[in-house]
């Protein structure tokens, strides 16, 4: 039970934000959030001693949510995917392919988007225009595509360089594409259970070697997403809404969720 100064505490900030105006409470809270992120990443706080941890709800042996949180909220890696397509919407024109479905086309390309393809891998998918194997994907025409967005996909590709290839090849010279991969996170396809299987876990570094391989020296960004709470998070399903605006934004390359890479075909085409 709170006690009485604790009580007084609590009806003294409600006071005040009952007279704030919002535009103000919002301001006042981004300065929190800033100065918290401060905080916690540069002033260092001695660990808590062994034994003494507090883990609280995440003392489990499973996940809080085996699903990634689907039914909880916004997962934390569709946080991460939309953030790093939010920040390329300008690739996303003209003829553009999405692998799966057309979520992302629709929302972050607009009227900017001329065609909208859907590559699946096998037939049954009704929203697909093209059913090809991105291993062997010979009979898709070369130069084609303006853009292509291919989320949480390359980690169930075995072949993975070959994917890569053919992906680079049904560019247009200039085109862009826009991947997403896990770099930690749970298992979420087992080959026996469904056709795909997963294969890779990739890192900034990874990335960046295989996919410079095939497009070339500095046509590849590679963003990373992520820090330790984060990861955490995700791994026990947890959601964008179980977190705050700093804490998924901060960004630490020794826990990387997420991998962002934009790939442009040079203009020759090699």
């Known amino acids: 039970m709170l006690n009485q100064s604790q009580n007084r505490k609590i009806d003294i900030r409600s006071r005040v934000k009952s007279v704030l105006p919002t535009p103000l409470k919002h301001k ?80 972050f390309g607009g009227n900017k988007v001329t065609t909208s393809d859907v590559l699946h891998y096998t037939e049954g998918n009704p929203q697909a225009t093209i059913v090809a194997d991105l291993t062997k994907a010979d009979d898709i025409p070369s130069n084609t595509f303006d853009c292509i967005i291919i989320t949480q996909t390359l980690q169930m590709i075995y072949d993975v360089r070959a994917a890569l290839k053919h992906l680079h090849r049904i560019l247009k010279p200039r085109g862009t594409l826009l991947a997403t991969s896990h770099g930690t996170s749970k298992m979420c396809r087992f080959l026996g259970v469904d056709p795909w299987g997963e294969y890779w876990r990739f890192t900034s570094q990874s990335s960046r070697i295989l996919f410079e391989e095939i497009f070339g020296p500095g046509s590849v960004t590679v963003m990373p997403y992520g820090n330790v709470l984060t990861a955490i998070a995700f791994l026990h399903g947890l959601v964008a809404e179980d977190l705050k605006g700093h804490e998924l934004d901060y960004r630490d390359p020794a826990y990387e969720v997420l991998i962002g890479v934009r790939a442009v075909k040079s203009v020759t085409g090699n």
Not at 58 to 74: A, H, M, V, Y
């Open 28 to 107: 006042l809270r981004t300065i929190y959030d800033q100065l918290r992120t401060i905080y916690d990443t540069h002033i260092h706080r001695s660990p808590p001693p062994v034994g003494h941890v507090r883990f609280g709800d995440l003392r489990r042996l499973k996940p809080i949510d085996e699903s990634f949180g689907w039914d909880r909220g916004q997962v934390i890696d569709r946080y991460y995917i939309e953030t790093f397509l939010a920040g390329h919407v300008e690739d996303i024109q003209g003829r553009v392919l999405e692998i799966g479905h057309d979520w992302y086309t629709k929302k």
